[in-house]
């Protein structure tokens, strides 16, 4: 009897064993590309070093923008006043599907674009994430450092058809606008969780001999009232398919939307944008700030009502400018 | 002359708090136990040297200079069977949470030695290692190990290790432990995520990269 029980036992363990390791494996859960959708495989770093057809200069440029894009941070004080790098938002090298990948802006414009109501250029959108992302000021337009940014994204896009928008993998969005009903204590919850380890249980993020390691979420170092993420859907969106690092798709849809929601419902440096009040900067911009939380009562207080403009001793970059063609 | 006494009065304080805050662990009980052994297994220095340092040939990491919540972790864990070795459970098992948090606050103590591992890797293999710890693998979506692990890859906080100047072995045994699934002590299955991705050829490049790098920064 206790021979057959240990026999059982035995069979048990080597049935289970193989069982435990295919649990181990943890799947990179991404959404599905439509049928009929472009998609882009964008060249790598290999690929730039074995492409005899690039002037060895440009290759030096687009080096350069890489570099830039790679470690923004250490144009801190310069065009940076946030924590963040261009990575930390486009991940993967700015190529990585799911993750805002940067070459459908070269692809893609020049285009209206109805933040700032106006047709764009690749260098006034990637003055954009400057501007709020990184709560800074743009490398001028038409400069070395600017041209060395436009280089980088140009070379990514190689190959892909211009003015192509069905582009699968574009940007982050997958949950679309509408959100669900939304619970700011259960995105706290979530984000003590699933987000605290790598971010801080402040949100403050993580340093090391210092490097900004995992960038802060919220605060003065963090994007501004005006980056598009501060938009709940993008930011759901976002660490839906992206976060936690290594993992995505491991949240469900309405746990990324609350977390979301908790993250974006905390103060951060002002919108460029601002007139000196709130509620008009926040109906001035409705097309916008109708996906954020700025200007609403969060806990009893009124979010963005403030004129700090976090590590950064302006408000409003100059290269921010309307365009008509009147 | 009140000003300055006023300050000194401060400074006084401070010291006195810090002093408080930091007889919560015992440096020197945590020594005397990496010694001496607690009685009932195998004193810490048998395997892991009496620098701290570690073995590359058994496969014992360094210890000296990890974090000390990192490395109290591993102990709990040890304990609770959520980290499985046959050679560490046995040595750990009968030690206090007191004793745990003092050999923790003893190797993270310690300065890292150099790298006692043997043998130059192959360039090749080096160049791999070096291009997957700092731009990661994205195609099979593997993030750098410096994403986590920090400028260097000599740590961030308590929850990702120093892996700057550790041992190959350890680093090899550990990844494909993660990726098997018989390791699984990381916090919400980050360091699985990433393993169970990579190749062994991979694995063992990362290791030897990690290992040639200098454990402290400068």
Not at chain 1, 230 to 258: H, V
Not at chain 2, 31 to 48: F, N, V, Y
């Amino acid at each position: 009897m206790k021979a057959r029980y240990l026999l059982a036992l035995l069979a048990a363990l080597l049935i289970s064993a193989p069982m435990a390791l295919a649990e181990a494996t943890v799947p990179v859960n991404l959404p599905d590309f439509k049928d009929g959708q472009y998609i882009h495989k964008a060249p790598t770093l290999d690929d730039l070093k074995n492409d005899a057809s690039i002037h060895p200069e440009l290759k030096k440029v687009i080096l350069k923008g890489r570099d830039m894009f790679m470690n923004t941070q250490q144009y801190r004080g310069k065009y940076v006043f946030s924590d963040l790098s261009c990575k930390s938002c486009h991940l993967g090298e700015g190529r990585l599907n799911w993750s805002g990948p940067v070459w459908p802006a070269v692809t893609t414009l020049p285009d209206f674009r109805g933040k700032n109501q106006h047709v764009n250029s690749l260098e006034e959108r990637i003055a954009g994430c400057f501007s709020f992302s990184m709560n800074g000021t743009p490398p001028a337009y038409g400069s070395d450092d600017m041209l060395a940014m436009v280089a980088y994204h140009t070379w990514l896009a190689k190959g892909a058809p211009v003015y192509e928008t069905n582009i699968g993998g574009r940007g982050f969005s997958s949950l679309g606008q509408v959100p669900p009903k939304l619970d700011y204590d259960r995105g706290q919850a979530i984000y003590h969780k699933d987000c605290a380890i790598c971010h801080g249980d402040d949100g403050q993020g993580q340093h090391k001999d210092g490097t900004v390691v995992f960038p802060p979420l919220w605060g003065d170092n963090s994007y501004n009232w005006g980056a598009g993420i501060t938009r709940i859907f993008t930011a759901a969106s976002f660490i839906k398919n992206n976060m936690p690092l290594g993992k995505p798709g491991t949240l469900t849809d309405d746990e990324a939307w609350q977390v979301a929601n908790f993250i974006n419902s905390q103060e951060r440096p002002q919108d460029p944008r601002y007139t000196g009040d709130v509620k008009e900067t926040r109906e001035k911009f409705i097309n916008f700030h109708k996906y954020t939380n700025y200007g609403k009562l969060i806990n009893g207080k009124l979010l963005g009502d403030h004129s700090n403009t976090g590590s950064k001793p302006f408000l409003k970059p100059d290269a921010l400018q309307p365009r008509a063609f009147d | 002359m009140t000003h300055f006494l006023f300050r000194l009065f401060v400074a006084l304080g401070v010291a006195m708090m810090a002093t408080a805050a930091y007889s919560q662990t015992d440096v020197g009980e945590g020594e005397k136990l990496t010694r001496q052994g607690d009685g009932s297994g195998a004193p810490c220095i048998a395997c892991h040297g009496a620098d701290g340092g570690g073995n590359e040939v058994g496969g014992f990491p360094r210890l000296a200079g990890l974090n000390a919540g990192y490395l109290a972790k591993q102990m709990f864990d040890y304990n609770a069977g959520l980290r499985i070795s046959a050679i560490m459970q046995p040595n750990v098992d009968n030690l206090t949470e007191q004793q745990i948090q003092n050999i923790a606050a003893y190797y993270a103590s310690l300065p890292a030695p150099p790298s006692k591992t043997t043998g130059t890797p192959p360039g090749a293999q080096v160049a791999l290692g070096e291009k997957l710890t700092k731009e990661g693998d994205w195609d099979n979506y593997i993030p750098p190990c410096a994403a986590c692990h920090g400028p260097g890859d000599r740590g961030v906080g308590s929850a990702f290790p120093a892996l700057a100047g550790q041992h190959p072995l350890y680093i090899r045994q550990q990844l494909e432990a993660w990726k098997t699934g018989q390791r699984k002590n990381d916090p919400n299955q980050l360091m699985a995520a990433v393993a169970g991705r990579m190749s062994a050829e991979q694995i063992a490049a990362v290791a030897a990269y990690l290992g040639s790098l200098p454990a402290s920064a400068k």
